[in-house]
Structures are given as C-alpha cells and as structure tokens.
T-cell receptor
Framework: NAGVMQNPRHLVRRRGQEARLRCSPM?????VYWYRQLPEEGLKFMVY????????ESGMPKERFSAEFPKEGPSILRIQQVVRGDSAAYFC????????????FGPGTRLTVL | QQQVKQSPQSLIVQKGGISIINCAYE??????FPWYQQFPGKGPALLIA?????SEKKEGRFTISFNKSAKQFSLHIMDSQPGDSATYFC????????????FGQGTRLTINP
C-alpha cells in the first residue's frame, strides 16, 4: 500500500511565477491536510480538504494561495506570484476519515524561490 | 491560545542514555498528542501518541508521559541509539473543527556513539 505521494519533490521558481504542488493521499483516504515548514521551524497548518470541499483554510495566506481536492486526481496547492518568503517545505498528510487520530505525511515538496 | 511550546531546541545524548524532550500547551481543547520523528529531507513519521485520559504510554524504547493538570507532556527515549538522531516534533490536535495538528518548534536530537 503506497504511502502519501507528493510531487515534485523539489521545485524552483523565480519570483512572480506560479507553483503547483500535488499530493496523492494514501489509498482509501479522503481527507487531506497541507502544512508548511519554514527552515528550522515546526510545521504550520495551512488547509484541510475533503473530496471537492475545503473544510478549514484558516492557515492559508489570504492572497496568492489556493488549494483544491477534486473528485478525481490529486490535491493541488497552488501559489501564484511566488515571493522569496514562500520558500519552504510543503507537506501533505492524509487520513481515512474524520475523527481518526493519525495523519500520515508525505515526503514533502521543497520550494525554492529565486 | 493554540500553541505548543517544545524544549530543548537541540539535545545531545550519549549512546545508551535517556533522551527527554518536553512540550507544554495552554489550550484545553486539545484531545490527542502525537510525537513525530523527522529525518533530513523526509516527511514526519508518527512515532507514538497519547490521549489525555492516560498518564503514560510506552512503545518499545519510547515513552510518553502526560501531565494533564500541568498541561505538559514529554517523550523519553530509553537506550538512545545513533539511529535515533533526528528532529522530533510534539503536536496537539484540536477537538473541534478541522482537527488540525498544532506542532511544537522541534528538537534536534543527536546521539553520540
């Protein structure tokens, strides 16, 4: 059973470009969480999605950031007009259903903005 | 206050020794407290977790001690090994809403051979 998959693993963008990060949850999991980790810091919650629904986006910056989890396909975290401060590791986690304890994390996407 | 404070920031322990990492929280709306282990370039992996209705949980060399009244919990790694060298994060999950995890700042643990 494959774990949470994220791609790309490394992404380099120039300021002003768009970044698209993809997350495929574990098989059978319908809940996806996105977290951001700045260098030498803990993970910060960004958004929680279920299939076709955003449940909680309280950790998402108000501008330039968006997330989706369509009925078919991976979850996408989209960052428009990236700035140097967006450079971080972005982790996706999944769980099978609401109320379950464990969130399983993917390997992350390291975004570098030049 | 949705914060989890973790200490120390870094820790060096001799092989065979006991590693202790501490976390504290203020929000009583947390209902689940996991510890994650992260190696460089990898995602966090669940190590062990506890609910506030128990005071201790042990899995192999790893033990969580939980003090509900003090709002503190700690990770103890017995007989620490060089392979335990990693960054450890405590976390807490909110009961209501999205059940998102709130993470501590992390502890970089180094086990010297």
């Amino acid at each position: 059973n494959a774990g949470v998959m994220q791609n790309p693993r490394h992404l380099v963008r120039r300021r002003g470009q768009e970044a698209r990060l993809r997350c495929s949850p574990m098989k059978g999991h319908s809940h996806v969480y996105w977290y951001r980790q700045l260098p030498e810091e803990g993970l910060k919650f960004m958004v929680y999605l279920q299939k076709e629904n955003i449940i909680d986006e309280s950790g998402m910056p108000k501008e330039r950031f968006s997330a989706e989890f369509p009925k078919e396909g991976p979850s996408i975290l989209r960052i428009q007009q990236v700035v140097r401060g967006d450079s971080a590791a972005y982790f996706c986690a999944s769980s099978p259903r609401e109320g379950t304890d464990t969130q399983y994390f993917g390997p992350g996407t390291r975004l570098t903005v030049l | 206050q949705q914060q989890v404070k973790q200490s120390p920031q870094s820790l060096i322990v001799q092989k065979g020794g006991i590693s202790i990492i501490n976390c504290a929280y203020e929000n009583t709306a947390f209902d689940y407290f996991p510890w994650y282990q992260q190696f460089p370039g990898k995602g966090p992996a669940l190590l062990i977790a506890i609910r506030p209705d128990v005071s201790e949980k042990k899995e192999g060399r790893f033990t969580i001690s939980f003090n509900k009244s003090a709002k503190q919990f700690s990770l103890h790694i017995m007989d620490s090994q060089p392979g335990d060298s990693a960054t450890y994060f405590c976390a807490a999950r909110l009961i209501q809403g999205a059940q998102k995890l709130v993470f501590g700042q992390g502890t970089r643990l180094t086990i010297n051979p």
